[in-house]
């Protein structure tokens, strides 16, 4: 094989990953408008679609293994064949959070009682997700750095709104007939508020990976 026929697999693996990316954060956003809409019709569809990525993912991680096997890289290709195989888990494990988040879905028709919105959360966790798929294509490690040091402003929304949603039960005098919603509905807003952080560290992960590929740099890997 060439080594213009071997570049040009490379350039067609990281055109796909950035195209994986994409997808992912599009049925994420769709999984937070159907939380956030109540739209139970939508965040089922999103629940039981993700063969798609998980197809996608097998398929770009063959075309690693088989150019770690066939090409022997060295250096910074091998860098980039082993950390693309790696983020592909990442965008994999974000689409399995996206799919989580359309089970959680509440209809619109039953009374949503905490109070507490996710929608901000959401836009920071899918940023981040959407800087890390840059920082990658671009090969940008400043950008990478700035993935992680965003993490933090994360962490710390995701520990307010669960501080947030203590102070709403504490104040909140729910009736007999409204406690079994009321738990049903700080279980999910619990747990959607729990995935979107893992968003965020797969992300960080993203980052950590591609800046390791640039210049070895693993300051970011934990």
Do not use: W
């Amino acid at each position: 094989m060439t080594r213009d026929s071997y570049e040009d697999q490379l350039a067609r693996l990281k055109a796909a990953v950035e195209s994986m990316g994409d997808r992912v954060v599009e049925r994420l956003r769709d999984a937070v408008t159907a939380y956030e809409e109540g739209d139970e019709g939508l965040g089922r569809s999103i629940a039981e679609s993700d063969g798609e990525i998980n197809d996608r993912y097998l398929e770009l991680e063959s075309t690693c293994i088989d150019l770690l096997a066939l090409q022997q890289p060295v250096a910074g290709d091998l860098r980039f064949v082993a950390a693309t195989f790696k983020i592909l888990t990442d965008l994999e494990r974000i689409a399995d959070l996206a799919s989580n988040l359309g089970r959680y879905v509440q209809s619109v028709g039953e009374e949503r009682l905490t109070s507490v919105p996710v929608a901000d959360i959401a836009d920071m966790a899918i940023a981040q997700v959407e800087a890390a798929v840059a920082a990658y294509v671009d090969e940008d490690p400043e950008q990478c750095r700035t993935v992680a040091a965003d993490d933090t402003d994360l962490d710390q929304r995701c520990e307010a709104a669960a501080d947030d949603l203590v102070r709403f039960l504490v104040n909140y005098d729910a009736t007999t007939d409204e406690l079994e919603a009321l738990l049903a509905d700080t279980q999910r807003f619990l747990l959607t508020v729990r995935d979107l952080e893992r968003v965020g560290d797969h992300a960080v992960n993203i980052a950590a990976r591609t800046l390791y590929m640039i210049d070895s740099d693993d300051d970011l890997i934990y």
